[in-house]
Nanobody, 128 residues
């Protein structure tokens, strides 16, 4: 299983970026997927998640600004990030995993439990 992110970069506050997460090696639609981020000196946090029914969840800090979308034909998950602020600066990781058995087959949203496959991360830097 491979998870590869792209689309990171540097923009000014108020700008937009779109991150892409290309996955291969498993049945794309049967896995939980999500974006996580880690800022310097902080713990990793869940940003946005999508489950096997395409239900989505967003962290309070990004809801209304970030949007998930999928292109099933390309096995790619996107994170559109608008109205970016300096506090969004972080390394962003895409992760995927089968719904954990101990979660009753449901995806734990905004949680890295069961996320067995991770990309290397992309850096997003927002300047004020």
């Amino acid at each position: 299983v491979q998870v590869v992110e792209s689309g990171g970069g540097s923009v000014q506050a108020g700008g937009s970026l779109r991150l892409s997460c290309s996955v291969s090696g498993y049945t794309y639609s049967t896995y939980c997927m999500g974006w996580f981020r880690q800022a310097p000196g902080k713990e990793r946090e869940g940003v946005a998640s999508i489950d096997t029914e395409d239900l989505t969840a967003y962290a309070d800090s990004v809801r209304g600004r970030f949007t998930l979308s999928k292109d099933n034909a390309k096995n790619t998950l996107y994170l559109q990030m608008n109205s970016l602020a300096p506090e969004d600066t972080a390394t962003y990781y895409c992760a995927a995993g089968a719904p954990p058995v101990d979660e009753g087959g449901y995806c734990p949203m905004l949680d890295d439990h069961g996320m067995d496959y991770w990309g290397k991360g992309v850096l997003v830097t927002i300047s004020s």
